[in-house]
């Protein structure tokens, strides 16, 4: 599938669009066309490394949609949206984030076009434990605005017919290189690195709750570059179709993740927990892990990083040479000689 013609992919100077482009220079692929906005951010330094054949604006990309200028394109992998949680312009949200989706799955469906889209795992609300992805949508509570946006257009798809012939992923969460321009949206990788260079200490949310000790809430933590593998595998699937959850399969502890940065800086751990936000307490979920039945049926071959390998590698060649994903260290080849 992707060997048919020019790539699209929208939200490309973010974490993961930039990410997934990498990957794709690494494949062999430069037939890529990228939209995006680029605001007053810092992510365009995410395209500088990157090879492809054009840039669009992300409105511009929406104008062309009426006309024949993509004809070029014949696969879809749509990462383009406002991903903060905290976002309260609801109208904002859903021209960006629904209304746009739904116009260009339409032109993709329309054209016998590969469409791949970002949902997100956020859409499962407050729901805890091992989350599955064949859960019915209409029972599904997302508990932020960013979440709902992405819910309605599962639904769209569901209600329409399309998610028999188009994939959504529900990426889990998703940490690695490329994030600088995220502020606060950024992962507790990024966070925590900051603060062990700012501070020498993290700062984690203590628990609420006896079963679980603090900095024990568990998460499904993904590194950047096996998402975007996985990615590409089930894009390049035709017959590969629904609603798919994105993650490593295994629940670890804020405190898994967040020592292995210490250690990659050689300092010693410092972990001071802080109460949780009042606001945050009835949302928050305490353990969180994405099953992984239907993809490992679509993509047999998703595999993960180690968790402590992945922290470790973010760290130490990309966080501490301030190196985007592209620039890495050239290697000298071994040659076979001997001294």
Request: overall charge negative; glycine content about 8%.
């Given at each position: 599938m992707l060997d048919r013609g020019t790539i699209l992919v929208t939200g490309g100077a973010g974490f993961i669009g930039s990410a997934l482009i990498w990957a794709l220079n690494q494949a062999g692929h430069e037939r890529?066309?990228?939209?995006?906005?680029?605001d007053r951010s810092e992510k365009w330094r995410n395209l500088v490394p990157l090879r492809f054949d054009d840039y669009l604006e992300a409105e511009w990309l929406r104008q062309a949609l009426d006309r024949s200028t993509l004809d070029h394109v014949r696969t879809v992998i749509h990462l383009g949206a406002c991903s903060s949680t905290t976002e309260s312009d609801g109208a904002y949200l859903i021209r960006n984030n629904f209304d746009y989706t739904k116009a260009l799955c339409e032109w993709a469906l329309g054209r016998n076009v590969r469409f791949v889209y970002a949902s997100s795992a956020a859409t499962y609300g407050a729901l805890e434990g091992t989350l599955r992805d064949d859960l019915e949508l209409a029972a599904l509570r997302p508990l932020n605005l960013y979440a709902y946006s992405k819910h309605l257009f599962d639904l769209h798809a569901q209600?329409?017919?399309?998610?028999?012939?188009?994939?959504?992923?529900k990426y889990f969460n998703v940490f690695g290189p490329n994030e600088n321009h995220k502020?606060?949206?950024?992962?507790?990788?990024?966070k925590a690195f900051q603060q062990v260079v700012d501070t020498g200490r993290v700062q984690l949310f203590s628990s609420d709750r006896p079963e679980f000790a603090d900095g024990h809430q568990r998460r499904d933590f993904l590194y950047v570059k096996d998402a975007v593998r996985t990615t590409l595998r089930i894009a390049?699937?035709?017959?590969?179709?629904?609603l798919l959850n994105v993650g490593a399969g295994t629940a670890h502890t804020w405190l898994d993740l967040v020592r292995p940065v210490f250690?990659?800086?050689?300092?010693?751990?410092?972990?001071?927990?802080?109460?949780?936000?009042?606001?945050?307490?009835?949302?928050?979920?305490?353990?969180t892990c994405a099953s992984l039945v239907r993809l490992r049926e679509a993509d047999?071959?998703?595999?993960?990083?180690?968790?402590?390998q992945a922290v470790t590698e973010c760290v130490r060649e990309?966080?501490?040479?301030?190196?985007?994903?592209?620039?890495?260290?050239?290697?000298?080849?071994?040659?076979g000689a001997t001294r």
């Open positions: 890529i066309l990228v939209a995006d906005v680029l209600r329409c017919g399309y998610l028999d012939r188009i994939v959504g992923l502020g606060p949206m950024r992962s507790m990788v990024h390049d699937r035709d017959a590969v179709h629904g250690d990659a800086l050689g300092r010693p751990p410092q972990i001071e927990f802080v109460p949780m936000p009042t606001e945050l307490r009835a949302k928050y979920q305490y353990s047999p071959d998703h595999e993960v990083t180690p968790l402590v990309y966080l501490v040479p301030q190196r985007r994903l592209g620039e890495e260290q050239a290697r000298p080849a071994a040659t």
